[in-house]
C-alpha cells in the first residue's frame, strides 16, 4: 500500500498564561492510501491538536509547533506551506470533520452554499452547477428532501442532518484525506451508528484514507483497519485492529478495553474505570506518562520513559513491561468482547 | 403580521403609554411655575386669565387627560414661554439643524468605527490593535464638552480656520463649514463605541468552529473575511445602531449648546432652563418614541438578517 | 542509564507519589490576581487611580491655599511656582480647587457606584432568582426605566430635587442601577441552569446556601467589573450635569463644574480648562482599562 501522509516528529506546545503546556509530544506515524487509521485517547491526550495540526488549523498566537516536526503530504511538508499552496490541500486533498455539528456550521449561509463553497474554490465550475453538486452531494449523505433543505440554514437542521451536511461539505472535493475529529460525540446514540456507517460507505466508495479521531473504543472496533493510542501527548501503543483488541500489550490500552462496557457482562459486576488523572502537560513526568495510574508499575517506569518495542511488523508498544529484565505477566481478564459487542 | 410582531407592537405602545404618564407627573411636579417669571408684574386678575387659558388652574389629573386627548390629534400644545407658538413648530424647526449634524456624525462615525474595529480584530496584540484601542477608550474618556471646546480652540482661535459658533439653514459651503466641529465631536464617541464593539464582536467571530470549517475547505483571504466573519460579526452591531439612528433627530443637547446650532438639543436645554412645561413634555414624548420605535426596528432587522431569530414565522 | 533489577519489581499504584510536579492550586481570587498583576497596563491604571485618590484627599492642604479664598490681586494667573495650576478668574488657586473638585467628583463616583450596585444586584438578584411571573413584571419596570432617556431624567429629577450633593447622587442613582440590575439578572438565569445548581438544588441544599455557595461567588466577578465602569460613569455624567449648571453649587466645585466653568476663559487661559478636564480623562481612561484587565483576569473560561 502507499503512504499518502507521513508524520515525523511531531511536537507542537501552547503557550498559555501558565506556562508551556507540551500537547503533543515528538510523534510520528504514516497514513496509507484507503485506510481508516483511528487514533484514540481520553481527553487532553493531544489527538485533536494532532489532527488540527495536520490541515494547519491551529491558532497561530498561541500553538508552537516545533521545527524540526514534518507533515509529509504529496512530497511536500504541509508545516512550510503558504498562502495558495496551503489552500490548494484544504478541502481538496484533505477535508475535515468537527466534532459539534451545532457550532461548525455558519449559521448566516445556506446550507447549500457551504457545500458548494469548496467545489467553487477548487473546480472551475460555475455557480449554478457548484449548488446542483451541492445539492447532489447532499442527496448522497442521505439528507432527506435535498433540493428543499439545501435552501435552509444550519439552524433548521437536526443535529444528524448538521453532521451529514458536514460530511457533504468535507467529501464535496473528493480528497484523499479525511480526518475525522469524534464526528460523532456530539449525537444520539441512535444517530452515532448512522453517520459512522454513512462514513464507511463513503470512504470505500470514494477510496478516501480517514483519520478517525475518537475516545470511543466501541466505534473503533467497527471501522478502524489500524489504531494509535495515545496518551499525554504520545503515542504508547500502535497496531492492527485485531492485534489491538486481541493481543494488546501497553497496561493503558488494557485499562482503556476493560472499561467499555459489554454485552456478555453480567448485570451486578462494577464496570472497570481508570484511577486518577492524565498527568499535567505543564510538567511533563520524567518517566512514563502513565506510572501514575498503572497497576503494574514499576520503580523503572519512574525513572526513564520506555522506548518502542516492536511487537510484531505491524504493533509496537511503548512500555518498560517489555524488557528482558521485566516479570512476565498473565493480562488481565475482561479484554475481550469488545470488537463483537459493538461491530457495526 | 405574525402574532409576534403583533405583541411585540402592543408592548412598545404599553411602554410608551406609561413612561408619558410617568413624565407628565414628575414634570408638573417640579418646583418653579413657568408663568412666574412673567406673569411676576401682572394684576391678579390677568394673571388668573392667563392660568385658565393654560388650562394651570384645573387639577393636575384633569389636566393629564386634556393633555393626552391632544397628543392623541398629534397636538403637544404651545410654548408657555414664547406665547402663541405650537410646539410642534417649534420641533419641526429644530430637526433638520440636528439632522444635518447627526447624519454627517452617524455616516462618518460608523463607518470608521467599524473599519477601526475590524483592523484591530484582524491585528490582535499587535500595534494597530494597541492603537485603535487607545482612541477607543480615549474616545470614551474625554467628556464630549471638553473635546468641543478643544477642537473650538485649536480651530477657531488658534488656527482661525472655521468659524467657533453658529449656523445657517441654507446648505451650502458655508454650512459645511459649520458643521465640520460638531461632526467630529460628536463622531469620536461613535467611533469610540462602535471600533471597541466591532473588535469584540469579529474577535467572537473569529473563535468560532465554523470559522475552522470554512478554513478546512480551503476558504481564505477576502472570501473568508467577507461572507464567513464579517457577516456574523455585523449582526450584533444592528443592536447599538438602532438608538443611534433615534439620535439623529433627537441630536446633542452638549455640542449644539456648545456650537449655537438651533437643532434640538439646544431647543431642549434652553426649554429646561426656561421651564417650559410643555416644551419640556414634548420634546421627551418625541424622544421616548423615537427611541422605542427603534428599538422595536432593531428587532424586525435583527430577524431579517440573522436567519437563527424567526420573529415572522412565529 | 543505569538499570538493575531492583526496578523491575511490579509495585503498582502507589497513592504518594514524590517526584511529581503540580501546577499550584489557587483560588480564583488568586488565581484572577496573579493574571490582573501580569497585566501591566492595568496595574499602572490601579497605581494612577491610588496616586489621584491620594491627591484628592491630601492636595488641597498641599499648596497652602484655600480653595473658596478668592484675591482679587491674582486674577487668572498662570501656572507658576507660586500657583502650580495658576490660578482662576476669582483669584482661587487652582491646585487646591482641583483636588477640592476631585473630591466631590470621586465621593460621587463611589457613593453612587455604591447605591447602583446595590439596588441592581438585588433587585436583578430576585428577578432573575424568583423567576416566573414576578420576573416578567420586574423586568418591564425596568423596560420603561431604560426606555426614558437617562440625560433627560437625571435633569429632570435634578430641577426637582433642587441643587446639592444629596440630590445630585439620588438623580445620579435613581437609573443608574438599571443596567447593573440586567446583567446580574441574566447571569443568575444562567447559573441557576447550570448542572451545579440544579445538583445542589436536588441534593436538598436551603435557598440561603444557594445564594450564598453558588449565586453569589459566581456573580462577583461581572459585579466587580461593573463597579469599575459604573465609577467613572458617574463622574462623567456628573460633569454633564455640572456644564448645564446643575452640578455641585457653589462655593463648592468638581471636576466637570470646574471644567464647564473654564470655557468661558477658554480663549485667554486655556490652562484653566486643561487641569480639570486632564483629571477627567484619566480617571476614565484608569478605570476603564483596570476594568478591561479586571475582565480579563475574572474570566473563568481564560483559566488555564
Not at chain 2, 392660568?51 to 392623541?72: C, N, R, V
Not at chain 3, 486643561?274 to 484619566?282: K, Y
Request: aromatic letters at 10%.
Amino acid at each position: 500500500m502507499k503512504k499518502i501522509l507521513d508524520i515525523k516528529n511531531l511536537t507542537i506546545d501552547f503557550n498559555t498564561y501558565a506556562g508551556r503546556i507540551q500537547a503533543v509530544r515528538n510523534i510520528s506515524f504514516s497514513l496509507y492510501e484507503g485506510e481508516i487509521l483511528a487514533i484514540v485517547g481520553e481527553s487532553g491526550c493531544g489527538k485533536t491538536v494532532t489532527s488540527k495540526s495536520i490541515m494547519r488549523l491551529l491558532p497561530e498566537a498561541t500553538a508552537q509547533v516545533n521545527n524540526h516536526s514534518e507533515i509529509i503530504f504529496d512530497g511536500q511538508n504541509v508545516l512550510k506551506l503558504k498562502g495558495k499552496e496551503l489552500k490548494k490541500i484544504r478541502g481538496d486533498e484533505i477535508a475535515m470533520i468537527f466534532q459539534d455539528p451545532m457550532s461548525a456550521l455558519n449559521p448566516t449561509m445556506k446550507v447549500g452554499h457551504q457545500v458548494a463553497e469548496s467545489l467553487l474554490i477548487h473546480t472551475k465550475i460555475t455557480k449554478k452547477q457548484a449548488f446542483k453538486e451541492a445539492v447532489q452531494m447532499l442527496k448522497l449523505v442521505g439528507l432527506p428532501m435535498a433540493e428543499k433543505r439545501a435552501h435552509e440554514y444550519p439552524n433548521q437542521y437536526s443535529g444528524g442532518m448538521r453532521q451529514r451536511a458536514m460530511i457533504a461539505i468535507a467529501l464535496a472535493c473528493k480528497p484523499k484525506i479525511l480526518i475525522a475529529d469524534e464526528p460523532t460525540t456530539a449525537l444520539d446514540v441512535t444517530i452515532q451508528a448512522q453517520i459512522m456507517k454513512l462514513i464507511k460507505t463513503l470512504q470505500a466508495d470514494l477510496n478516501t484514507a480517514i483519520i478517525l479521531v475518537t475516545h470511543d473504543l466501541g466505534i473503533v472496533a467497527g471501522m478502524a483497519d489500524r489504531i494509535q493510542v495515545m496518551y499525554a501527548g504520545q503515542i504508547i501503543e500502535r497496531g492492527v485492529r485485531e492485534e489491538l483488541f486481541y493481543d494488546p500489550q501497553h497496561p493503558y490500552t488494557w485499562a482503556l478495553l476493560r472499561s467499555v462496557p459489554k454485552v456478555s457482562q453480567k448485570s451486578k459486576s462494577q464496570l472497570y474505570s481508570i484511577t486518577g488523572t492524565p498527568p499535567d502537560l505543564l510538567y511533563p513526568p520524567k518517566g512514563c506518562a502513565f506510572a501514575e495510574r498503572c497497576e503494574y508499575c514499576m520503580p523503572i517506569c519512574r525513572k526513564d520513559p520506555p522506548v518502542e518495542t516492536i511487537i510484531s511488523k505491524t504493533q509496537s508498544v511503548n512500555c518498560w513491561l517489555q524488557h528482558k529484565d521485566a516479570p512476565k505477566l498473565n493480562k488481565p481478564s475482561g479484554l475481550k468482547g469488545v470488537i463483537h459487542g459493538q461491530s457495526l | 403580521m405574525s402574532k409576534y410582531m403583533l405583541k411585540r407592537l402592543f408592548s412598545m405602545f404599553l411602554t410608551l403609554f406609561v413612561v408619558i404618564t410617568i413624565v407628565f407627573f414628575l414634570i408638573r411636579m417640579v418646583p418653579g411655575d413657568p408663568l412666574a417669571s412673567m406673569a411676576r408684574n401682572l394684576p391678579e386678575q390677568v394673571k388668573a386669565n392667563f392660568y385658565a387659558e393654560y388650562g394651570l388652574d384645573k387639577p393636575l389629573i384633569t389636566q393629564y387627560f386634556i393633555y393626552m386627548k391632544h397628543l392623541l390629534h398629534g397636538d403637544f400644545g404651545e410654548s408657555l414661554v414664547y406665547l402663541g407658538q405650537p410646539i410642534k413648530e417649534i420641533i419641526l424647526r429644530a430637526i433638520p439643524p440636528s439632522m444635518v449634524i447627526n447624519i454627517h456624525a452617524l455616516l462618518w462615525g460608523v463607518t470608521t468605527g467599524i473599519g477601526l474595529g475590524i483592523l484591530a480584530a484582524y491585528k490582535r496584540g499587535k500595534w494597530p490593535d494597541h492603537l485603535v484601542m487607545f482612541i477607543a477608550i480615549l474616545g470614551v474618556s474625554i467628556p464630549s464638552f471638553v473635546l468641543a471646546t478643544a477642537l473650538q480652540y485649536l480651530f477657531s482661535v488658534q488656527l482661525n480656520w472655521l468659524p467657533t459658533i453658529g449656523w445657517t439653514s441654507e446648505p451650502g459651503m458655508k454650512q459645511f463649514k459649520y458643521s465640520i466641529m460638531p461632526t467630529i465631536a460628536l463622531s469620536f464617541g461613535i467611533i469610540a463605541v462602535y471600533s471597541r464593539y466591532m473588535r469584540a464582536s469579529v474577535l467572537d467571530v473569529l473563535n468560532q468552529d465554523y470559522i475552522l470549517t470554512a478554513k478546512a475547505k480551503g476558504v481564505s483571504g477576502f472570501s473568508l473575511a467577507y461572507k464567513h466573519v464579517l457577516r456574523n460579526s455585523f449582526i450584533p452591531a444592528i443592536t447599538i445602531l438602532g438608538p443611534q439612528i433615534a439620535g439623529i433627530i433627537v441630536g446633542s443637547f452638549v455640542i449644539e449648546s456648545i456650537f449655537g446650532i438651533p437643532g434640538f438639543g439646544q431647543v431642549y436645554v434652553s426649554a429646561i432652563t426656561n421651564r417650559d412645561f410643555t416644551q419640556i413634555l414634548g420634546q421627551t414624548v418625541i424622544i421616548n418614541a423615537l427611541y422605542i420605535f427603534s428599538l422595536f426596528v432593531v428587532d424586525i432587522v435583527y430577524g431579517l438578517v440573522d436567519p437563527r431569530i424567526r420573529v415572522f414565522n412565529k | 542509564m543505569q538499570i538493575s533489577k531492583a526496578d523491575f519489581i511490579i509495585e503498582g499504584l502507589i497513592t504518594q507519589t514524590i517526584d511529581h510536579k503540580m501546577r499550584p492550586s489557587l483560588t480564583y481570587g488568586q488565581d484572577a490576581w496573579r493574571r490582573l498583576k501580569l497585566n501591566k497596563i492595568a496595574m499602572l491604571s490601579l497605581f494612577i487611580l491610588i496616586i489621584l485618590t491620594l491627591m484628592c484627599i491630601l492636595g488641597p492642604s498641599l499648596s497652602g491655599y484655600d480653595f473658596k479664598t478668592t484675591n482679587t490681586l491674582q486674577l487668572n494667573f498662570p501656572p507658576s511656582l507660586q500657583h502650580w495650576f495658576g490660578t482662576d478668574p476669582l483669584g482661587r488657586d487652582l491646585f487646591s480647587r482641583v483636588w477640592q473638585g476631585g473630591r466631590i467628583s470621586l465621593l460621587i463616583g463611589f457613593i453612587g457606584t455604591f447605591i447602583c450596585i446595590t439596588v441592581g444586584t438585588m433587585y436583578g438578584g430576585i428577578s432573575g432568582y424568583i423567576g416566573g411571573r414576578a420576573d416578567h413584571y420586574m423586568m418591564r419596570v425596568i423596560e420603561v426605566l431604560v426606555s426614558i432617556p437617562s440625560l433627560v431624567m437625571v435633569i429632570l429629577l435634578s430641577l426637582y430635587l433642587g441643587s446639592g450633593m444629596l440630590s445630585l447622587i439620588i438623580a445620579l442613582t435613581a437609573f443608574g442601577w438599571t443596567s447593573t440590575a440586567r446583567m446580574i439578572r441574566g447571569q443568575v438565569l444562567q447559573i441557576k441552569q447550570q448542572e451545579f445548581v440544579l445538583a445542589a438544588v436536588s441534593l436538598g441544599a436551603s435557598t440561603a446556601r444557594i445564594i450564598l455557595k453558588h449565586l453569589i461567588p459566581n456573580t462577583l466577578g461581572i459585579i466587580i467589573v461593573d463597579i469599575t465602569f459604573t465609577i467613572p460613569g458617574l463622574i462623567f455624567a456628573e460633569a454633564f450635569l455640572s456644564f448645564m449648571g446643575l452640578g455641585v453649587q457653589i462655593p463648592n466645585t468638581s471636576w466637570g463644574a470646574l471644567a464647564a466653568s473654564a470655557r468661558d476663559n477658554i480663549m485667554f487661559y486655556p490652562y484653566q480648562l486643561f487641569f480639570p478636564s486632564l483629571m477627567i480623562a484619566l480617571t476614565m481612561l484608569s478605570f476603564s482599562l483596570l476594568g478591561d484587565g479586571l475582565r480579563d483576569a475574572l474570566d473563568p473560561k481564560l483559566r488555564s
